[in-house]
């Protein structure tokens, strides 16, 4: 999942900014839980999810790909919804924090087969 050109639309009020992350990343860590998903790791506004590793309760492996598309769908959907009516309602007439041509977009994509995934220097893996 990744919202496009995102970071260089934010504007300069980097309160308003983290407010509008913090909508983002709540609305993405609830579908990630309502889809029961796992995020292996998420970096700014671009996150790492997939299905079937049987750590995450509900994980039924015959229904993995259609939970993981009706993921893609809404997710995809509702944060287009949340960026293009991203307004300061302060202002008068309210206006967009984001830049004045941006354009909410958000890239899902979707892929079958295992996943392995190394951090260096730890013993950890997801």
């Known amino acids: 999942l990744d919202i496009p050109g995102f970071n260089q ?3 300069p009020d980097t309160a308003v ?4 992350c913090d909508q983002i990343h709540v609305y993405v860590e609830n579908q990630i ?9 998420s970096w700014g506004d671009c996150y790492l999810i997939v299905s079937g590793t049987g750590h995450v ?4 492996t015959d229904m993995q ?3 993981l598309v009706d993921f ?5 959907s509702g944060l287009e919804t949340i960026l293009n009516q991203s307004y300061l309602a302060s202002q008068d007439p ?13 890239r899902i ?9 190394s951090y260096m220097h730890t013993t950890n893996t997801p």
């Open 9 to 11: 639309s934010l504007g």
């Open 65 to 67: 790909m259609s939970r």
């Open 94 to 106: 309210p206006t967009s924090f984001l830049a004045e041509d941006y354009q909410a977009t958000v």
């Open 17 to 20: 900014a983290g407010q509008l």
């Open 109 to 117: 994509g979707i892929d079958h087969g295992s996943i392995h995934i």
């Open 72 to 76: 893609a769908c809404e997710t995809s």
């Open 33 to 41: 839980s309502e889809y029961a998903l796992r995020k292996i790791q």
């Open 57 to 60: 309760e509900d994980d039924d």
